[in-house]
Each structure stands twice: as C-alpha cells, then as structure tokens.
C-alpha cells in the first residue's frame, strides 16, 4: 500500500505537540486512504472518521461506528480528528492555548449550513476563546473551476452574493474558501490567524482526487487534525 504525503500549514506547524497534514491523493478504494492515513499517524494517535452528509452537525470522539455529521471536536490528546474530500474545503481549527482540535468538510451545502460557525461556536461552549484560535482552510475545488447552479446562491441568501462570481458561461462560480473564511472571522476567528492553501483540486490533478473531474469514482483525500498522545510529546 503506497503511503499517504501530507500538505502542512505554517501557521499550524509551529504549535507544540499539534500533528495535522492534508492528505494527498493515494490510489486505490477509499478505505485503502482511510487505512493510510490510519498508519501515518498511528505512533501519536488514532484518527477517528466520519460518516458525512453535507450537513453541520458535530460529533465528538471516541466511537466505534463513525456517526452521521460532517465536523468533530475534542480536547482529547490521541484523538485526530480526520475529514475526507474531494473538492469540498477540509477546515481545521485549533485552540494551542486549551489545546482543542476541531475539523469540518465544507462543501456547498455545508457552507451555506455554515458549519465552520458551528465549529467555532462548539469550541467556544468548550471554554476556547476565539481570537486565539488558528484556522487552516485545505484544498478544495477553487472559483476557477466551481460552476454551480442558481439553487446554490438562493442557499446561502443575499449575504452570500460576495461570494459568487460570474463565470464564462451564463452559471456562476462559487468561492468556497473566501465564504468560509468569512464565516470563521464572523465567529471570533481573527483574520491573521486564518491560512489558506489555496490549491485547486479540480486543476491539480497530480496531487488531488476531484468529484467534478473525476466523477462518482473519484478517491478521497484525508486531512487530520489532533494533539498527539502526551508520551510522544
């Protein structure tokens, strides 16, 4: 089974103790990704999935059976929160003060659902303050490539029209990486905290799976997030 390479934010790599990467593409079924990433990080934690829906509702771990929501939470040191993509923006979220992870899959429908915001919010019930949170927004399908149709604009309403621009034909192309980084600043995030990888994952198909490219078949990427165990520190 071929290893799994991860793409690293700065900003995230200079906290203490933090482990996160988003994942590159791996060939093969998404359970041989899932195992990849699994073995990637199994010597500071183990990484806990999903079942994703497009929805916002946020789970934290452990389980045994991924529960049905598309964002996790946890304080938990050894608990790596992972989210699986293929166009859609993986958002990864820390507190390196309370030492609080949170991960979300953000496509349209979440996005419009704003689920970024119900990550804030959920770390802030934990006891997080806002402002010192760090964010990091991955790979994902970028306004170069994301036509969408008018029911995705009466989505996300009249606040969301900044986020769309008119593409070369009559439909117009969402920003989903600029929408969500609004929605973290909405939260409390402050901007210099927010990076952006900023890699289209439709364009780049030497490092990324894309649904719109690829179809039904296309593989998933995996991006993990998480404090590791304390004996590894």
């Known amino acids: 089974m071929d290893s799994m390479k991860f793409l690293t934010s700065p900003r995230l790599a200079a906290i203490k103790g933090l482990v996160h990467g988003f994942g590159q593409r791996v060939p093969g079924a ?15 934690g183990s990484a806990f999935f999903l079942r994703q829906v497009h929805g916002c ?3 934290t771990p452990p389980w045994n059976d991924p529960p049905e929501a598309d964002a ?3 304080g938990h040191e050894g608990h790596l929160l992972a989210i699986e993509t293929a166009d859609c923006l993986p958002i990864l979220i820390v507190d390196p003060v309370q030492k609080r992870v949170a991960a979300a899959h953000a496509g349209w429908r979440g996005s419009a659902a704003r689920v970024a915001v119900e990550a804030v919010n959920r770390l802030i019930a934990m006891g997080s303050d806002p402002r010192r949170l760090l964010a990091s927004l991955g790979p994902a399908i970028g306004p ?4 969408v149709g008018p029911e995705v604009e009466e989505a996300f309403g009249a606040q969301g029209a ?5 593409g070369p034909s ?4 969402l920003d989903v990486v600029a929408a969500n980084r609004a929605q973290l600043e909405e939260s409390g995030v402050r901007s210099a905290n927010i990076d952006s990888l900023d890699l289209c994952t439709r364009c780049r198909e030497d490092l990324f799976f894309s649904y719109r490219r690829d179809g039904a078949n296309a593989g998933r990427m995996i991006s993990v997030v998480g404090f590791s165990r304390a004996s590894q520190l």
């Open 72 to 74: 996790s939470v946890t």
């Open 57 to 59: 509702a946020i789970a």
């Open 144 to 147: 170069c490539c994301y036509e």
């Open 170 to 173: 009559v439909r117009k192309h």
């Open 30 to 44: 998404r359970e041989v990704a899932r195992q990849a990433a699994r073995d990637a990080w199994r010597a500071v």
């Open 162 to 166: 900044a986020f769309f621009k008119q």
